[in-house]
C-alpha cells in the first residue's frame, strides 16, 4: 500500500469511526423534558420536609424561569429541625415547590410558561396554576390528589412523564 492510500484509509476509518460517535450521541442527548425534569429532581434535594422531596422549575422559550422546593416559610423552623405538622395526613409546615417555584417569576414570566414538577401538583398548587397563566404541566411521579383541577381547565396541558427515571430514585428524593 502507498503511504497515500494508507491515509486516505485511516481517513475513512476515522470518518466512520466519528459518524458513529456522532449517531451515539444524538441518540444519547436527552430530550428537553428529561432535561428540565432533572433539573427540578436536583432541586428537589434541597427541600426541607423528609416527608416528600419536591421540586419544580417554570420554563419559557426553554429557559428556567424560577425553581422551587418544598421549605418552610422564610425564617420559620424546618420539619427537618422540628419534625413534620401532620394535619389531616399533609405536613402543612412547608410552601410547596410549585408555589415557590412561581414566586421567583415576574407576572409576565408565568405566563405561557410550561411547570416541571417532580410530583403530580395537589388541588391547592393546581388552581395556583392556573390562575398564573402557565400553560403546560409536566410531572414525574404520580400522587394522590383531592380533586383535579385541571379537568376543569383544558386550555392547560398536563403531561404525566410515566417512563421517567428519577436520578435520585435511590435516596428516597
Ligand atoms: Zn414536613
Ligand atoms: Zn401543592
Redesign the pocket.
Known sequence: MEPSESREAKGTVLLAHWEIMNERCIIMRKDWDTYFMDIAFEVATRST?P?RYVGAVVVKDRRIKGTGYNGSASRLPH?IDEG?MVVNNH?I??IHAEVNALLECTPEERQGATIYVTDRPCAECSKLIISTGIKKVVYARDYHIDYDWFSRAPWVEVVHLADYDNPHAKTGK
Open positions: 420536609c416527608r420539619c413534620c405536613c409546615r412547608t
